[in-house]
């Protein structure tokens, strides 16, 4: 059985890039065959930060609309087994993805034994964003501790469950909420929307905090899906979502301010 | 609480409990904004009860009659028909 999952979150520069590269990297590292579909068309920033941007031949456009295959235009990634990159296409042409045409490139990943499909959303609740999550099984909604983003995820939620394929059949897209670029010392102070609140104003159940870390750029600057970074706090995070996805129990980490340093400390320590 | 923790506290806003009130309040409105609009299926619902009612009765488009009333714990779909009259 393969699982469709959407990462969205309505508003833009909230980390759904990040996190399906993330994500989906980390999938397939438990050996799940996963393929990652940008559907940012116009605006494909995938294929950059899983650092496969040179190898890009065909999109996800041309095998709509037949001018390659499936096989031709995926990208097989070089550092995770069973992981493969659909890129977008740069074409300005908001209209080339029909639902008819993203429908069938699911189904043939389905048919080639994909087991997850991750969809990496544009910002905004358009076309792109709708055709991303309407062939949608879950969703991981994106959100920073701010809030228009948080506002934009509610909105979000209510097109999942009104508007989803899943939702006119009748059926409702299992949701989960990431937080993400979270920083427990400015919570502390009462600078930052807090995971609890966040949790009690959307009420979805939360499947990882992951906070905002010097790493994510890094990542980003070498083309390697954070999660790779097995040191940095940010791919730790990353990891723990994977698992708990799959089922595991797995506590929060990083999620408490640092220790604040006394004044004799700051002086001498 | 130690003293210089409680200077520190009072000195600033804690802003981020303001940007949750703002945010339950903002969000609770447009929930109840939406749910007070006619449901999306409700043209489709309307037109396809007229195909079953046609199969036995000819009546009219304006004969046919759906709302929904909104209640606090649940809503009511109201469906009035008339039905042409019998000799
Ligand atoms: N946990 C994080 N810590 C620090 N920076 C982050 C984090 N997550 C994302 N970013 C940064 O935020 C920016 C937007 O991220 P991106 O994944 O492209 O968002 P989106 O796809 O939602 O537009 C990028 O510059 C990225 O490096
Ligand atoms: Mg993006």
Redesign the interface.
Known sequence: MSKVIVVTSGKGGVGKTTSSAAFASGLADRGHKTAVIDFDVGLRNLDLIMGVERRVVYDFVNVINGESTLKQALIKDKRVDNLYILPASQTRDKEALSKEGVASVINELKEDGFEYIVCDSPAGIEKGAFMALYFADEAIVVTNP??SS??DS??IL?ILQ?RSKAAEEGRSVKEHLLITRYSPDR?E??????MD?IV??LSVPLIGVIPESESVLQASNSGNPVILDKESKAGQAYMDVVSRFLGENVPLRFIKAEEKKGFFKKLFG | MGLFSFFKQNKKKNTANLAKERLQILIAHEHADKSRQAPDYLPKLKDEILQVIRKYVQVNEKDVNVNVEKGSDYDVLELNITLPESR
């Open positions: 701010e809030v948080v506002r509610d909105r209510g009104s919570v102070d009462g600078d930052m929307l807090g609140d009690e104003i």
